[in-house]
């Protein structure tokens, strides 16, 4: 996106999908009240609506400057803080500025699922300003510095990284963050007995099922609006997106089945939401058919990947890591192996850009990991 020659229909298209991503915060209220216990359902909901309140401050005042500002060697942005837009005539700017920050809340809300009914309030509003501050607009930076600034690029995106809409730059990062805040906090009591599995029934199912139906409503904003132009990828992209979370909740809902002997309940809510990460980044580059064996394969990742964490007695209230690590980290994947190279325009072969996607993956998950690790064990003692 160039916001110097922004139409009014471009301009247009990104407001309304940054509402749309806006409403996905709805979306991860209901679900995660939801399918966590009734008793801390206040609580789920008191850091939903608060994390994107900080998230829009503190994204505002730095994270924006960090991740678009005037590079300092496709690293870090350094400039554009505070940001007015005061030379910008048509709104492409604020427009961009909207969107990204819709993206920023989205990254920083995924970690509250996650840690729920562990984390006191002020350790949850750290997390949110340490996402929203420091690891997302940094991270950002180095995958999509372009989008703003059309001449230059962050480290990453120069090298032909792709992801189109975040599967990593905003669900992987969340992933990881909320991974590392896990291996922090530990499990809910009573999660883990004597080594053994304890489930704990959510509070309300039909609440989360509707947040689900909210998110995917969302999402096609969050994929759409990607496009940052309103033309004749949009549609199809929007149509591609649907596909990938219908395959997802379908083969999700089979695999769950055969582990369980019967329908288990989140599994089509999960895996539904898999096959939307899973698609997020390569949804402008493939066929209908190859979005629907993405989102088909980012499905069947969800019930493997939460048997993982339960052997590692790694406690994920809401299934966030297998959603968003987990699918996100496959979608990144899956460009390079389905992703039309004349529409990647990386001009690099298939396995030259795998190569890249998973130097992408690898660099933005561990700093992310390691960047949270270290700031929140020194806050731990006194703040958790």
Not at 267 to 296: D, K, M, R, W, Y
């Amino acid at each position: 996106m160039d916001p110097a020659t922004t139409s009014s229909l471009d301009s247009l298209l990104v407001i309304v999908s940054a509402a749309l991503v806006l409403f996905m915060q709805a979306g991860f209220l209901c679900l995660e009240s939801g399918l966590t216990r009734s008793k801390n359902s206040i609580n789920v909901a008191i850091k939903n609506i608060t994390d994107f309140g900080l998230a829009t401050l503190t994204f505002w005042l730095l994270g924006f400057g960090f991740m678009f500002g005037p590079t300092l060697m496709g690293f870090l942005g350094a400039g554009l803080f505070a940001p007015e837009f005061l030379d910008d005539t048509d709104g492409g700017s604020p427009g961009f500025f909207i969107f990204q920050l819709a993206f920023c809340g989205t990254a920083a809300t995924i970690v509250s699922g996650a840690v729920a009914e562990r984390l006191k309030f002020q350790g949850y509003l750290i997390i949110t300003a340490l996402v929203s501050l420091v690891i997302y607009p940094v991270l950002g930076h180095w995958a999509w510095h372009g989008l703003f600034a059309a001449n230059s690029q962050g480290w990453l995106e120069s090298m032909g990284f792709v992801d189109f809409a975040g599967s990593t730059v905003v669900h992987s990062v969340g992933g990881w963050v909320a991974l590392a805040a896990l291996l922090v906090i530990g499990p809910r009591a009573g999660r883990f007995v004597d080594g053994k599995v304890q489930q704990i029934n959510p509070g309300n199912l039909p609440m989360a099922m509707l947040g689900g139906i909210i998110l995917w409503f969302g999402w096609i904003g969050f994929n759409g609006g990607s496009s940052m132009a309103m033309n004749a990828s949009v549609a199809p992209i929007i149509m591609k997106t649907l596909l990938a979370a219908g395959a997802g909740l379908i083969v999700s809902l089979i695999v769950g089945w055969l582990f369980h002997r019967y329908p288990e309940a989140t599994a089509p809510l999960n895996g539904s939401l898999a096959g939307l990460v899973s698609i997020t980044a390569s949804c402008h580059a493939v066929t209908a058919g190859e979005a629907v064996l993405i989102g088909g394969i980012g499905g069947a990742l969800v019930r493997p990947a939460e048997m993982l964490l339960e052997r590692f007695q790694i406690d994920d209230a809401v299934g966030a890591i297998p959603v968003h690590l987990v699918a996100g980290i496959w979608g990144t994947l899956a460009v390079a192996l389905f992703g039309d190279a004349s529409i990647l325009g990386t001009g690099l072969g298939l396995l030259d850009q795998a190569q890249i996607q998973v130097l992408g993956l690898l660099s933005i998950g561990l700093t992310a990991f390691i960047i949270f690790s270290l700031s929140i064990l020194t806050l731990f003692l006194y703040f958790l």
